[in-house]
Structure formats: structure tokens, C-alpha cells
């Protein structure tokens, strides 16, 4: 069973920093993170791409968090990562991670985090 863990989530003021990590694993099986983005979800909101990582390299972000977020993966070591700089309250929401994972001999499918509560206060 694929299992994605968030972590890193809390409550910091605005101005502050968080950095989120997400952390794949498959129940003892051979598998590899093909990638891993971002999402988030406000109260009332629909889910929302945060950072997506494209086939060229780099990284596509949301209009509303360029040049504050940076995201990271070691898809080696089944790790991502989404450093948040400069939170506004805007940015409170539960973040998410997804990551397509090819599991030997089952082919590859998408999965879903549980989400990590970010909370950002004036």
C-alpha cells in the first residue's frame, strides 16, 4: 500500500516561513516518484495547483505564490518539498502532496497525501 505523509504544517504569523514535506513510502515494495506536486485547499474553496514540476525541469507555480514558494523532490529517496516564504493569510488552507508512483510490476498511478493544515494569522 502506497502511503504519501505531509508534515511541516502549523500556525505562523504573516511574514513567516514554513517549509512542508511529504514523504512516500509502499509497504516494503520496490517504487519510484515519478513526481511530486502540490495542491492546496481553502475553507469553501476548490483544491488548487500549488507548484506542478514540468518535463523541462523546472517547476510551474500558481500565479499567487511565485517567487515566495519553492518546491523541491528527491524522487530517490521518495521526498518533496515546498518551502513557503513571506506567508500572507491568504495562504492558510490545507496543503497537499500528489505524486505519481510506479511500483514495480503494478505500473504507475497518482496519490494523495492527507493534507497538512497550514494556518497563516495577521
Known amino acids: 500500500q502506497v502511503q504519501l505523509v505531509e508534515s511541516g504544517g502549523g500556525l505562523v504569523q504573516a511574514g513567516g516561513s514554513l517549509r512542508l514535506s511529504c514523504l512516500a513510502s509502499?509497504?516494503?515494495?520496490?517504487?519510484?516518484?515519478?513526481?511530486m506536486a502540490w495542491y492546496r485547499q481553502a475553507p469553501g474553496k476548490q483544491r488548487e495547483l500549488v507548484a506542478v514540476?514540468?518535463?523541462?525541469?523546472?517547476?510551474n507555480y500558481a500565479d499567487s505564490v511565485k517567487g515566495r514558494f519553492t518546491a523541491s523532490s528527491d524522487n530517490a529517496k521518495g521526498t518533496g518539498y515546498l518551502q513557503m516564504n513571506s506567508l500572507k493569510p491568504e495562504d492558510t488552507a490545507v496543503y497537499y502532496c500528489k505524486a505519481n508512483i510506479a511500483i514495480l510490476a503494478q505500473g504507475s498511478n497518482d496519490y494523495w497525501g492527507q493534507g497538512t493544515q497550514v494556518t497563516v494569522s495577521t
Open positions: 509502499a509497504s516494503g515494495r520496490v517504487f519510484r516518484v515519478n513526481t
Open positions: 514540476p514540468l518535463t523541462s525541469g523546472r517547476t
